[in-house]
């Protein structure tokens, strides 16, 4: 995304320039400048990737942050950055950036739905909110948690064993660490 905003905000400025090599270098450094920005934001954050609007607000961060970087820079420095180039570039990366990780997001859905990409959990509470969340996360298969076993008040059914929707009881509240 970052390249090709980089080389599309080249192209809109410099489209007949013979000395922009500068701005050509900057269009290859782009990509690096933007994976920092987002690292700096959280938007490599595992915990908000594919849920949530989080992951989008931070690509935005990073957007203005970056923005507000390169601005800063080329102040202190008495630099003569293009504006249009800047104003070109910067927008667009975090545009494209939203874009497809929008993409993304829908196809990781879709393989969620089919029971691909999901991340195997233990429920712990009293049995009424354990079923219920696990009903819920069952329903809305997008958040990636697949329900596997759980930990509930009061373990112990008829026979000593006992199965709540369809998963198995493992043990009470005092067994979590064990159990996970």
Do not use: Q
């Amino acid at each position: 995304c970052a390249l090709a905003a980089g080389l599309l905000a080249f192209e809109i400025r410099f489209s007949n320039a013979h000395s922009a090599s500068f701005y050509l270098l900057l269009s290859f450094t782009l990509p690096v400048l933007w994976v920092l920005a987002l690292g700096l934001a959280g938007g490599y954050d595992i915990r908000f990737i594919g849920v949530g609007s989080d992951e989008f607000r931070r690509v935005l961060n990073a957007g203005i942050f970056l923005t507000g970087a390169v601005a800063f820079t080329a102040y202190s420095l008495h630099s003569e950055l293009a504006r249009g180039y800047v104003v070109a570039a910067l927008p667009t990366v975090t545009v494209l950036d939203l874009l497809a990780r929008f993409t993304i997001r829908k196809r990781l859905h879709k393989l969620r739905r089919l029971g691909s990409c999901m991340r195997k959990v233990v429920v712990v509470g009293h049995a009424d909110v354990v079923s219920d969340l696990a009903a819920m996360l069952r329903r809305e298969s997008y958040h990636g948690l697949s329900v596997v076993a759980a930990c509930v008040a009061d373990p112990v059914g008829r026979g000593g064993h006992r199965v709540l929707d369809s998963f198995p009881v493992i043990g009470g509240l005092g067994r979590v660490a064990d159990v996970v």
